[in-house]
């Protein structure tokens, strides 16, 4: 084993390989995804005879908390790689609390995170829509979207405020900082993004979308039941070409819902400790 830092288009094969396998979140082989979960920190890595990238893993330790990554080739699972991996960043940790970050989730790691002692703390859904036949939805009496790009950012981010206020673990950012984290991201679809208004002119839901992702959805509740957040997806697909994506919750019904409109299962993201 080697303490060098693998390439990027090495670790990129060997997540796409996992992603095909497993499915999960298909950022992950994106450069930025890649150097967070799998060149922070101390890395680690496993090569076969002929010196192929099999399997990588990557830690970072803090005073209140160790994180930590892995990746194992599907041809090369059930050899033990993983249970070095895992070992390796729990000895690495010295003690500190570890989390396991796995984008791909698989029957396989999770008996692994098992035996390890480790619990899963977040679990997300990632679903595509291939956006060969979107319902439609019409929108809800009473309510008018406008896109971000002709909306005030206020009403955004009142809109934002007022659909998850109400839910555990709340951020509650400041407008400033939300909108400058949104408007540093060139992904940011202003056109397809929008805001809904009621009759008088309060912001009531919005949809954010980020790229090929719908990123959030929010209704406030007076609204909720009413149809909004499903036309405010749908209302996105229709704007979006080749396909879409969204996670959400495990526990969340609303992946009923999606699937209701056509999105299908890709796979499982979660977090363990």
């Known amino acids: ?31 930025g995804l890649l150097r967070a979960r799998l060149r922070s920190g101390e890395t680690h890595e496993v090569r076969d005879g002929d010196g192929v990238l099999v399997a990588a893993a990557a830690v970072t330790v803090r005073e209140d908390g160790a994180a930590t990554s ?34 791909d989730v698989n029957p396989s790691a999770e008996r ?6 480790l619990e899963r703390t977040f679990a997300e859904a990632v679903m595509r829509h291939p956006l060969g036949s979107v319902p439609d939805v019409p929108v809800p009496a009473g309510t008018t979207l406008v896109p971000v790009a002709q909306a005030r950012l206020g009403d955004l981010f009142a809109a934002y405020v007022g659909s998850f206020r109400d839910r555990p673990g709340f951020p509650d950012p400041t407008e400033a900082a939300w909108l400058e984290e949104l408007d540093e991201d060139d992904e940011w679809r202003r056109d397809v993004s929008a805001v809904a208004l009621d009759e008088d002119g309060r912001p009531v839901g919005f949809v954010n979308v980020l790229g090929s992702w719908i990123d959030q959805v929010g209704v406030v509740p007076a609204w909720r039941g009413r149809g909004l957040g499903t036309h405010l997806v749908v209302r ?38």
């Open 236 to 273: 996105a697909l229709r704007a979006l070409d080749g396909e879409a994506w969204l996670t959400v919750n495990e526990d969340n019904p609303a992946q009923q819902l999606y699937a209701s409109l056509g999105f299908e299962r890709y796979g499982v993201r979660g977090r363990w400790r």
């Open 1 to 31: 084993m080697s303490h060098d830092h693998p390439d990027l288009t090495e670790l990129r094969a060997l997540a796409q390989a996992c992603l095909d396998a497993d499915g999960g979140l298909p950022l992950l082989t994106d450069d």
């Open 70 to 103: 892995g990746l194992v080739h599907p041809d090369h699972r059930g050899q033990g790689h993983g249970r070095a991996l895992l070992g390796w960043a729990v000895e690495r940790a010295g003690g500190v609390p570890l989390t396991v970050t796995c984008e």
């Open 112 to 117: 692994l995170y098992a035996r390890f002692g």
